[in-house]
């Protein structure tokens, strides 16, 4: 079967709020979490931005959800050595409850150090090198690393569960798709154009294939934008208001602060959400769109409403949207 998963997004609320979220989620069918893993939020209105791993914790502990980051991008503010001991810490904790969400990172996070942010493809292999640091650390034994971009001397993680936790790879491209397929267990992406989807699904199971691993086993997990509110336009203005980034249709990676990203929400308009965010007071519309990408194959479809209204989204998609879908694991997206 597939899950509904509900996006708790720390750049927009104070993180005793977001576990409020969670457990009226949980009360409401959503059975999973994906939590967003910001030093900043994206302009400074969204106003929070709290470290979720001293979060994840208390989540574990006042639900009986599944969880994970989404996303934590490794080798920049964290070592990925410190990244596997907090995530086989939490699957110790929680078993069967913890999936790590990994990612190439922003530099609206990982500029804070004061290193050179690297250009894409250097961001890439660094996230390779980071993958391979954790999945070796995650054996329990002894791991000496020294790549292009990453370095580790002795190190062993001591406190281990007994399996260790599933590793997935948010991406948006071909390239890191395939590597994804090879190295982790899953793969995340966000809501694009159906075509773009099957071209990542496709070198996603290539990749797998090469790995002598069986693609249709791996889970797919998708993070959808929506705005719902009580009228369409209120929906539109929320999303302007609440979450411009939604809007930017162009590389967000080298942007460095929030005041940048509020200087281009100035220019961002309604129109621009199209096909990034839907707008729409209509729970049939909101149905509709998500069974969608539970029909081309996703395992787990994580929900994002961008406004303020986060209980009464989560009631009103707990009584009017999630009943009503179909939930029966369908194809994998590439053989559609």
């Known amino acids: 079967m597939a ?46 931005s709290a470290f979720v791993w001293a979060w994840l914790g208390a989540l574990g502990v006042e639900t009986k959800m599944r969880f994970g980051t989404g996303v934590t991008p490794p080798g920049y503010r964290y070592h990925p050595a410190v990244v596997a001991q907090a995530a086989a810490t939490l699957e110790a904790m929680f078993p069967g409850r913890f999936w790590l969400g990994l990612g190439a990172g922003e530099a609206l996070n990982e500029h804070i150090l004061g290193e050179y942010w690297p ?26 690393y020294r790549g292009e971009h990453i370095k580790m ?125 839907l707008c729409s007071a209509d729970l049939d519309v909101h149905r509709e769109h998500v069974q969608h990408y539970l029909d081309m194959g996703f395992d787990e479809v994580y929900i994002h409403n961008v406004g303020r209204n986060q209980t009464e989204f989560i009631e009103a998609f707990g009584t009017q949207v999630i009943p009503q879908l179909n939930l029966e694991r369908a194809e994998a997206v590439a053989a559609s």
Not at 23 to 42: C, I, L, R, Y
Not at 121 to 139: G, Q, Y
Not at 225 to 243: G, K, L, N, P, Y
Request: glycine share 8%; with cysteine.
């Open 3 to 48: 899950e509904i998963g509900y996006a708790a997004m720390f750049e927009q609320f104070h993180p005793t709020d977001l576990l409020t979220y969670c457990k009226q989620a949980e009360q409401n069918g959503f059975t999973t979490v994906m939590a967003s893993d910001h030093f900043h939020p994206w302009v400074p209105s969204q106003g929070h």
């Open 153 to 277: 001397e002795s190190a062993k993680l001591y406190t281990m569960p007994e399996n260790p936790p599933p590793v997935y790879v948010a991406t948006a491209g071909p390239i890191m798709s395939q590597r994804t397929g090879r190295l982790c267990d899953g793969i995340i992406t966000v809501g694009a154009a159906d075509e773009k989807i099957h071209g990542l699904m496709e070198r996603f199971e290539k990749g797998a294939r090469e790995a002598g691993k069986d693609p249709s086993t791996m889970p797919r997990l998708i993070q959808i934008h929506i705005s719902w509110a009580e009228s369409d336009q209120a929906a539109i203005d929320q999303a302007v208001t609440e979450w411009p980034n939604g809007g930017m249709n162009f590389p967000k990676q080298d942007i460095r602060t929030p005041e940048d990203f509020a200087a281009m929400a100035r220019l961002v308009r309604p129109e621009n959400f199209k096909g990034r965010v």
């Open 119 to 144: 250009e894409a493809p250097t961001r890439l292999n660094k996230l390779v090198e980071s993958i391979e640091v954790i999945n070796k650390l995650f054996t329990g034994k002894v791991v000496k």
